[in-house]
DNA sequence: AAACTGTATTATGAATAATAGTACAGTTAA
DNA sequence: TTAACTGTACTATTATTCATAATACAGTTT
């Protein structure tokens, strides 16, 4: 499903957070998609099923998953969140990011085609390829 | 100089790291400029001298500021890194968070005006006003 | 020489990360 | 009902990281 660096400084389910966030920003899981057990997951991995529930419990603070006892974890739809507190905190973290990169140099314009070319690539989504 | 949250789960030194980059890249700290000195910025902070010296090293090792053995530290000019690596970091974590906003519903058009506000604050910052 | 600077080292306590093991509750299918 | 799944919770243990404390040494400035 997708691989960890062990020896990062970054935590293993920050890591699987970040990773599978990714998976289904991309689309790549799907809405109501069933996840890899926390068990199952634990097992392909190699790591401590401890490990993988803290990540899917992040994972659902975040809005990003659902779980139900007994059935499983699943991917949320419409997470086009009301959460202010989150919009906020993302806009901010955008703010220093662009500003860094801003002062290495990168262009202001390469910054915004990166922009275009993920909404279109969001947008766009919906057509079969 | 700054004000720091002793409670976050982010270590001191980060949050000292990520608001010294800020002062440096916002040009409240200027080239050549003398930084506290490790001592004294302690004192200020009422945090250990070890802890500002690990951000220190910090912004010594990503090239936003160098330190000279018994004179200080200083803001280091022309940050316009040659550092590929760090760049195609940058631009990474860049996607990242931009996926992510655009996927919390944020318009890429508000985006792309912050980038643009950002700029232009940037290129615009050797006038006098 | 005195008072600054950065830098290095060792030790200690607190918090966090990851593991291991066990247990319980809900779901599903035989 | 039973068996095999699911998520969830809890305790305990180890390793790592963070922050502190206390020194120490080297270079600079006055």
Redesign the interface.
């Known amino acids: 499903m997708f691989e960890l660096d062990m020896r990062s400084r970054k935590p293993i389910y920050e890591q699987l957070v970040?990773k599978i966030?990714?998976l289904i920003?991309?689309e790549v899981l799907k809405a109501d998609e069933q996840l890899p057990s926390v068990r199952a997951l634990a097992t392909e991995l190699t790591i401590n099923p401890n490990t993988i529930q803290k990540a899917y419990r992040e994972l659902e603070s975040q809005g990003f998953i659902y779980s139900i006892k007994g059935k499983g974890s699943f991917v949320n739809p419409n997470?086009?969140?009301r959460d202010i507190e989150?919009?906020q905190s993302?806009?901010k973290?955008?703010?220093?990011?662009?500003?860094?990169?801003?002062?290495?140099?990168?262009p202001?314009q390469e910054?915004?085609k990166?922009?275009?070319d993920?909404?279109a690539s969001?947008g766009g989504g919906e057509s079969h390829d």
Chains 1, 2 share one sequence.
């Open positions: 970040e966030k990714e920003m991309n997470n086009q969140t989150k919009i993302v806009k973290d955008l703010e220093k990011l662009v500003l860094e990169a801003l002062y290495l140099g990168i202001a910054i915004i990166l922009v275009q993920l909404d969001k």
